[in-house]
């Protein structure tokens, strides 16, 4: 079903936490970056559009600011990501030019997408770059968000962002290979969930562990994303976006992961 998804798709909204873009020393993994912008170049020569939800600043900012990682100050925090922002977008790009391809940083807060008029905006934005063939890299913006006006987590931008673009397919790219009725990490006998058609008996047959270390987003936030996506008709995929060349595998059927399909 995942190669089908992806193949029909035209417009996928493409998502990376934390976890997944930080290398084993909490670092910016530019290997990786710059190995899926390959693969998705290739998809953009074959016509087909991509926007990026990509989280990261805060690990940015601690792999270059080092003396404040012990800092847990609120200001301190955004400090970092207005410095880690930087260094993130600066690795997109430095992936996706080897390929002739520009990106565009758009940061957002939750006030954002509750007023009418910049919503208008953002979607006008978002059609014109990928229209010209530019990749959107979307963030929250972490250096002026507080609690009243934070989105959460990426999951929940991602979710939106495909909403507003009136995307096709939602990836989540995380450090899990899909939905699994436990815990993997805790529970070794875990089975993986290929396929799910009915979100909400799914949630009460399902055991929801711990968040992840970099990310503040758990598997609850990625069924509450699942959730909003497919009730505008946009189906997900949840898998491991650390395997080796996981968009081709995924495309190719050699990968596992989990499909929310739209009923």
């Given at each position: 079903m995942i190669p089908t998804l992806i193949a029909a798709a035209r417009k996928i909204v493409f998502k990376f936490g934390s976890n997944t873009l930080a290398d084993k020393d909490g670092k910016i993994n530019a290997l990786f970056l710059g190995e899926f912008a390959e693969q998705a170049a290739a998809l953009i020569r074959g016509g087909k559009q991509i926007v990026i939800v990509s989280s990261g600043a805060q690990v940015a900012g601690l792999s270059t600011m080092e003396k404040w990682a012990r800092k847990r100050d609120l200001h301190y925090r955004?400090?970092?990501?207005?410095?880690?922002?930087?260094?993130?977008?600066?690795?997109?790009?430095?992936?996706?030019?080897?390929?002739?391809?520009?990106?565009?940083?758009?940061?957002?807060?939750?006030?954002?997408?509750?007023?009418?008029?910049?919503?208008?905006?953002?979607?006008?934005?978002?059609?014109?770059?990928?229209d010209e063939g530019i990749v959107p890299v979307i963030n929250e913006n972490d250096t002026v968000s507080v609690e009243e006006i934070k989105i959460g987590e990426n999951d929940t931008l991602a979710a939106q962002s495909a909403i507003l673009w009136s995307a096709d397919l939602l990836i989540l790219?995380?450090?899990?290979?899909?939905?699994?009725?436990?815990?993997?990490?805790?529970?070794?006998?875990?089975?993986?969930?290929?396929?799910?058609r009915d979100l909400e008996e799914t949630r009460k047959n399902i055991s929801i562990g711990e968040t992840n270390s970099f990310g503040t987003g758990g598997i609850a936030t990625k069924l509450d994303a699942a959730q909003r996506v497919l009730s505008y008709g946009i189906p997900m995929i949840l898998a491991h976006g650390g395997r080796p060349r996981a968009l081709e595998a995924l495309a190719a059927g050699t990968q596992r992961g989990t499909a929310f399909l739209v009923e």
């Open positions: 955004q400090a970092l990501c207005a410095v880690g922002q930087v260094e993130l977008m600066d690795a997109w790009r430095r992936a996706f030019e080897k390929h002739g391809i520009h990106i565009a940083q758009i940061l957002l807060t939750r006030d954002d997408f509750g007023d009418q008029i910049r919503t208008l905006n953002m979607r006008n934005t978002l059609f014109t770059l990928v790219f995380s450090d899990i290979d899909g939905l699994y009725d436990k815990n993997p990490k805790e529970h070794p006998n875990a089975e993986l969930v290929s396929e799910v």
